[in-house]
């Protein structure tokens, strides 16, 4: 990256409170947003123009994702929503006035959750419709409840219980830790070393600075309660201060975490054995975002001074930072890298934009701009091992 910090794209105004959450859809088209009074906004990355903005909630939006042909939001009013991804063509987008052009989603269902410690939801896809979804327990903060979506079915509950102390407990003879209230998920799954079926893992951090991977045990169909039935296999408490952010590599081999402190912290996930985590001393303090490409070898840190700071995932090397937002910097999401051969059915120019817009960054600030950075790929200055 050059010495002189890059100017955003493009920058986007359709939100009029501090941006929470950016999301980008599988094929790059749609770029999700979620603010701090419970707006949402659909904006088209054809023609930076919103498809679709409508309050999903009547307190701030924690997560947004998109889940096939619907939309799953999140928010301090201690709901989930699911609604109807609106199907209106572009080509009416583009020439219809602004009041006419906002078909706003349907609510479909809803799902109740506890959101007083402002952990967002973490989740993942099954067949069709269906999904897993990680949010904080409904009684206890400190735990972890998944619920199987549409059927509103709790499969797990309580994860974490074998090893963390409820809340308002401080038991010094007790076998469980204080770890305090859970402030970030990360759901997935993956194959363990050396097999071949794929395991639910549980990736959390804590109040405490702490970070925990849990593993299902068992019967994949198998329902739990109490945290029976989940394995912790590690904990490290590199952070000195709350987790806010855990950045989740798309291929699962590792993940990261940031903090109020200075220190941006990478695990490895599923070697076949524990290595201590690298951890990266910066020079400022406040972090409150995470998001890693899709690629693997770069990650993105949302700053509370504003800035977003660029770095290689494999020896969490500096590449730049990006200057806009004029104070906190809370939601960063990277696009799908696309190459050209994926492309198909589009002239050449077109191919040109879609491989472009694989490159993208957003950013979103405490000053309600989204901003879209043009990025490099990075693939000379480092490769992820």
């Known amino acids: 990256?050059?010495?002189?910090?890059?100017?955003?794209?493009?920058?986007?105004?359709?939100?009029?409170?501090?941006?929470?959450?950016?999301?980008?859809?599988?094929?790059?088209?749609?770029?999700?947003?979620?603010?701090?009074?419970?707006?949402?906004?659909?904006?088209?990355?054809?023609?930076?123009?919103?498809?679709?903005?409508?309050?999903?909630?009547?307190?701030?939006?924690?997560?947004?994702?998109?889940?096939?042909?619907?939309?799953?939001?999140?928010?301090?009013?201690?709901?989930?929503?699911?609604?109807?991804?609106?199907?209106?063509?572009?080509?009416?987008?583009?020439?219809?006035?602004?009041?006419e052009l906002l078909s706003n989603p349907s609510l479909l269902y809803s799902l109740d959750v506890n959101a007083l410690n402002f952990c967002r939801f973490s989740l993942v896809p099954k067949s069709g419709s269906s999904a897993l979804v990680a949010v904080p327990n409904l009684v206890d903060s400190n735990y972890i409840d998944i619920w199987e979506i549409p059927a509103i079915d709790r499969r797990h509950a309580a994860i974490g219980m074998l090893n963390v102390q409820p809340a308002g407990s401080d038991d010094p003879n007790s076998s469980r830790l204080k770890l305090g209230s859970v402030m970030a998920i990360h759901l997935f799954e993956a194959s363990p070393p050396h097999q071949s079926s794929p395991k639910l893992y549980c990736?959390?951090?804590?109040?405490?600075?702490?970070?925990?991977?849990?593993?299902?045990?068992?019967?994949?169909?198998?329902?739990?309660?109490?945290?029976?039935?989940?394995?912790?296999?590690?904990?490290?408490?590199?952070?000195?201060?709350?987790?806010?952010?855990?950045?989740?590599?798309?291929?699962?081999?590792?993940?990261?975490?940031?903090?109020?402190?200075?220190?941006?912290?990478?695990?490895?996930?599923?070697?076949?054995?524990?290595?201590?985590?690298?951890?990266?001393?910066?020079?400022?303090?406040?972090?409150?975002?995470?998001?890693?490409?899709?690629?693997?070898?770069v990650c993105a840190i949302g700053g509370w001074d504003g800035k977003v700071r660029l770095y290689s995932t494999k020896k969490v090397k500096s590449l730049g930072t990006l200057t806009y937002h004029k104070d906190g910097c809370f939601a960063v999401c990277f696009a799908r890298p696309v190459i050209s051969s994926e492309v198909e059915d589009e002239e050449e120019l077109e191919v040109a934009e879609i491989v472009s817009r694989g490159l993208w960054l957003a950013s979103g600030g405490k000053d309600s701009r989204i901003c879209i950075w043009p990025l490099i790929s990075f693939e000379k200055q480092d490769h992820t091992g």
């Open 203 to 297: 990736l959390a951090g804590y109040e405490d600075g702490s970070v925990c991977l849990y593993v299902q045990d068992g019967d994949a169909t198998t329902k739990t309660i109490e945290g029976r039935g989940w394995t912790q296999l590690w904990r490290y408490k590199e952070h000195t201060e709350s987790v806010f952010a855990l950045g989740l590599d798309p291929n699962a081999r590792f993940a990261i975490s940031v903090s109020a402190d200075t220190k941006l912290v990478k695990y490895d996930l599923l070697n076949g054995h524990v290595e201590k985590p690298l951890v990266h001393v910066g020079k400022h303090a406040g972090n409150g975002a995470v998001a890693i490409r899709r690629d693997g070898r």
């Open 1 to 99: 990256m050059a010495s002189a910090s890059p100017t955003p794209l493009h920058i986007l105004r359709t939100h009029v409170a501090q941006v929470n959450c950016l999301y980008f859809s599988e094929d790059n088209e749609r770029l999700y947003s979620g603010d701090l009074q419970g707006w949402v906004t659909i904006t088209s990355t054809r023609t930076l123009r919103p498809l679709a903005r409508w309050q999903a909630h009547s307190d701030s939006v924690l997560g947004v994702q998109e889940l096939g042909e619907s939309i799953a939001t999140h928010s301090r009013d201690h709901k989930l929503h699911v609604w109807s991804r609106p199907s209106t063509p572009l080509t009416v987008v583009e020439t219809a006035d602004e009041v």
